[in-house]
């Protein structure tokens, strides 16, 4: 039986294949199958990834696929 990819490493897809994307922690959160508080542990892990547009939305910033290799591995439970 294959494994399911880890949360964090979801997240980190879907930010490395939306740049300059808006999203809501929530979305974010349903994508990973994680809660809103593990998202908001994994944005504050990785600032240079995420600007603020409202309370709970968050523009994706572009990332290089070299870069996305150092991001901040928080595990999302």
Do not use: W
């Not at 949360?7 to 809501?24: A, G, L, S």
């Not at 959160?29 to 709970?56: H, K, M, W």
């Not at 870069?67 to 439970?77: H, I, M, P």
């Amino acid at each position: 039986m294959a494994r399911k990819p880890k949360k964090t490493n979801i997240v980190k897809d879907y930010v490395v294949k939306h740049p300059n994307e808006t999203v809501t922690v929530q979305k974010l959160a349903d994508i990973a199958g994680c809660t809103v508080q593990n998202v908001y542990v994994f944005i504050r892990s990785n600032p240079a990834l995420f600007e603020l547009v409202s309370r709970g939305n968050y523009r994706i910033l572009p990332v290089s696929e070299e870069s996305s290799a150092s991001l901040n591995a928080v595990e999302l439970e």
